[in-house]
């Protein structure tokens, strides 16, 4: 019923920007991302699937460490997105990234960490060139 559509993604230099969208699509507008911790996960090649932030219900955010002071997780409740705007982008940072969903009021105690999340995007690429 609910779908998150990622959008967004495209190849950059180093240093460049993107921002990222996540729309979860078949629910009713405004309620979606305030019911549910939220974010995003990368998928480098070859690599492990790892949090590179969240959006906590009330708001507040964590972000990774690779990703501080560059990626900022950011939401729109009244249009049920979630963005990710990431800045001073690095060749490392190339990978797949998937906008995540918790499941409906439960408060996430560790929010990078994929197995707590109950719904997922299909992802979108972002490729850094150095």
């Known amino acids: 019923q609910v779908q998150l559509v990622e959008s967004g993604g495209g190849s950059v230099q180093a240093g460049g920007s993107l921002r990222l969208s996540c729309a979860a699509s078949?629910?009713?507008?405004?309620?979606?991302?305030?019911?549910?911790?939220m974010g995003w996960f990368r998928q480098g090649p070859g690599g492990e699937r790892e949090g590179a932030a969240a959006?906590?219900?009330?708001?507040?955010?964590t972000h990774a460490d690779p990703v501080k002071g560059r990626f900022t997780i950011s939401k729109d409740n009244t249009k049920n997105t979630l963005y990710l705007q990431m800045n001073s982008l690095k060749a490392e940072d190339t990978a797949m990234y998937y906008c995540?969903?918790?499941?409906?009021?439960?408060?996430?105690?560790?929010?990078?960490?994929?197995?707590?999340?109950?719904?997922w995007g299909q992802g979108t690429q972002v490729s850094v060139s150095s």
């Open positions: 995540a969903a918790g499941g409906p009021f439960i408060w996430l105690t560790a929010p990078l960490r994929g197995s707590q999340y109950d719904y």
């Open positions: 078949g629910y009713i507008a405004g309620y979606y991302t305030i019911q549910r911790d």
């Open positions: 959006i906590q219900r009330d708001g507040s955010t």
